[in-house]
């Protein structure tokens, strides 16, 4: 008869070890209470801590706020009357142009090709959804607030600008795509984009086949 006896002793065992466990947690609110008693400010409360007697510190100067360009027309917002604007709101300056390219290279050229074509370096390493042509029927056929709200807040996972790009530049962008949508040449820098973006849709189309069968 040794055998209940062992599993007696290992279930006394047990319950005493559950017992321990179900204590410890039984400690737990008392900690969280500790923390929500202890001393705090309310953020708009007066204080005498800083100079001017707020208890929040004002941003430095030049901050700029990433939520307050939403509401401020067709110019910060890219809409006009609930659409996407129509028009850039902003006049296309040769100046402007060169602005546009260049923010164009630096922020959108690495993933959407020197030529807008789709076929970045990028691109052909990134499996879909790949940054697409943005020189296709259907891009051309969009409002140019499309791609300042596109440029701001990101698409999928395309990352917003917002924080790299000024308003201005956002539109300079726009603009300077547009501009490559209309162009009917292929300079020197876009061409590996080019064939490379012809490339990769040739992959994508017989992937989709595939799939499909
Ligand atoms: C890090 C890579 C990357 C960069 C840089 C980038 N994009 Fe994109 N973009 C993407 C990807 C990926 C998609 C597709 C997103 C999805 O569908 O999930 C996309 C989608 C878009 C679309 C939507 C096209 C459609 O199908 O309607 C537009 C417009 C666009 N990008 C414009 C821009 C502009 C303008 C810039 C520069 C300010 C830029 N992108 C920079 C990766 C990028």
Same mark, same amino acid.
């Given at each position: 008869m040794?055998?209940?006896?062992?599993?007696?002793? %290992? +279930?006394?065992a $047990?319950?005493l070890?559950v017992?321990a466990?179900? #204590?410890?947690s /039984?400690? !737990?609110?008392?900690d969280?209470?500790?923390?929500?008693?202890?001393?705090r400010? !309310?953020?708009? %409360?007066p204080? !005498?801590?800083f100079?001017?007697? *707020?208890?929040?510190?004002?941003?430095?100067?030049g901050?700029v =706020?990433?939520e307050?360009e939403?509401?401020t027309?067709?110019?910060g =917002?890219?809409?006009?009357?609930?659409? &996407?604007?129509?028009?850039?709101?902003l006049?296309?300056?040769? /100046?402007r142009?060169?602005?546009g390219?260049? #923010?164009?290279?630096?922020?959108?050229?690495v993933?959407?090709?020197?030529?807008?074509?789709?076929?970045?370096?990028?691109?052909?390493n &990134?499996?879909? @959804?790949?940054?697409?042509?943005?020189?296709?029927?259907a &891009?051309?056929a969009k409002?140019?607030?499309?791609?300042?709200?596109?440029?701001?807040?990101g698409?999928?996972?395309?990352p917003?600008?917002?924080p790299q790009?000024?308003? /201005? *530049?956002?539109?300079?962008?726009?603009?300077? +795509? *547009?501009? $490559?949508?209309?162009s009917t040449t292929? @300079?020197p *820098? %876009?061409? %590996?984009?080019?064939?490379?973006?012809?490339? +990769?849709?040739r +992959?994508?189309?017989?992937?989709a086949s /595939?799939?499909?069968r």
């Amino acid at each position: 008869m040794r055998r209940p006896c062992v599993i007696t002793a %290992a +279930i006394f065992a $047990l319950a005493l070890f559950v017992g321990a466990c179900s #204590k410890s947690s /039984e400690r !737990e609110p008392g900690d969280f209470e500790r923390m929500r008693i202890q001393q705090r400010d !309310e953020p708009y %409360a007066p204080g !005498e801590l800083f100079a001017n007697n *707020e208890r929040l510190r004002q941003p430095p100067a030049g901050t700029v =706020s990433r939520e307050s360009e939403s509401d401020t027309g067709a110019i910060g =917002s890219g809409m006009q009357a609930g659409r &996407m604007t129509a028009v850039v709101p902003l006049s296309i300056t040769p /100046e402007r142009l060169a602005l546009g390219q260049r #923010k164009y290279t630096v922020f959108c050229a690495v993933c959407h090709g020197a030529g807008g074509f789709g076929g970045s370096i990028v691109a052909v390493n &990134m499996g879909a @959804p790949r940054p697409p042509s943005l020189r296709s029927a259907a &891009m051309a056929a969009k409002a140019p607030g499309y791609f300042f709200v596109i440029a701001t807040h990101g698409i999928g996972r395309m990352p917003g600008y917002a924080p790299q790009l000024t308003v /201005e *530049e956002r539109w300079a962008v726009v603009a300077y +795509i *547009e501009q $490559l949508q209309r162009s009917t040449t292929t @300079p020197p *820098e %876009a061409r %590996a984009d080019s064939l490379r973006a012809l490339g +990769i849709r040739r +992959i994508d189309s017989v992937l989709a086949s /595939e799939q499909r069968r």
